[in-house]
């Protein structure tokens, strides 16, 4: 995600009025009000407006707290910190599976909320940005490293990545189809390796042959 504006105001008044409106919007949906999460926070209504100026700037600094409360940075470092681009590759979809499933209720209804309700909408399309410039980074270094099939450019290769580690495949393959957040994790590296890695099948007799 793009980096949030610099806190206004008491961060601990800050974090009871996210933690509330995290907590309404998987209880009640979309349609929270600002009036809501002020109630629930124990705070007024100008409180709110004065720590996050609209409910607009309130739900963008939701979604950075919500990644922040799951260890955002010691994930991105986990991720981007892997000696190869492959296995930079892999731990991304190992840590969108396991994620995402922490996250799924809040992603979910943002994303139905993103056409109707334009505070959540905002949200949505700055975690989206932020994701595809992740996932830009991993594919860029599949280039950098040599490991980039012929025929498939950097954008391309990072928009199969984006696309496949969205919360909506996951949902359904977890949930509809009945796959383990382990076996969306296995299938998709694969799917993605056979898809974007280069000269894969020779290091994969390779492996066999030193086992």
């Known amino acids: 995600m793009s980096s949030p504006p610099e ?3 008491d961060p601990q008044t800050r974090t009871s009025i996210l933690d509330a409106a995290w907590t309404l919007l998987e209880e ?10 002020a109630a629930k926070a124990g705070v007024s209504r100008q409180t709110v ?3 996050f100026g609209d409910r607009a700037s309130l739900f963008v600094a939701l979604g950075d707290h919500v990644d922040v409360s799951f260890g955002r940075d010691q994930l991105r470092a986990h991720v981007f910190g892997a000696p190869t681009a492959v296995e930079s590759l892999r731990r991304w979809v190992q840590t ?24 959540l909408a905002a949200v949505w399309r700055d975690r989206m940005t932020g994701r ?26 990072g928009d199969l990545i984006f696309a496949v580690t969205l919360p909506g495949p996951w949902r359904v393959l977890t949930t509809v189809v009945g796959w383990s957040e382990e076996r969306y994790a296995d299938e998709i590296t694969r799917m ?9 099948s ?8 030193r086992t």
């Open 7 to 9: 806190p206004y105001g």
């Open 49 to 51: 407006y004065l720590h």
């Open 28 to 37: 009640r949906g979309p349609g929270v009000r600002v009036a809501d999460i």
């Open 202 to 209: 020779a290091k994969s007799s390779a492996t066999a042959e």
């Open 192 to 200: 993605l390796e056979r898809s974007l890695i280069a000269n894969r």
């Open 132 to 157: 595809r410039g992740h996932v830009r980074r991993i594919a860029e270094r599949l280039a950098a490293e040599g490991q980039l099939v012929d025929g498939w450019t950097v954008e391309s290769a």
């Open 96 to 119: 969108m599976s396991w994620y995402t499933a922490k996250i799924d209720s809040v992603s979910r209804i943002l994303e139905l909320a993103a056409e109707a309700d334009e505070a």
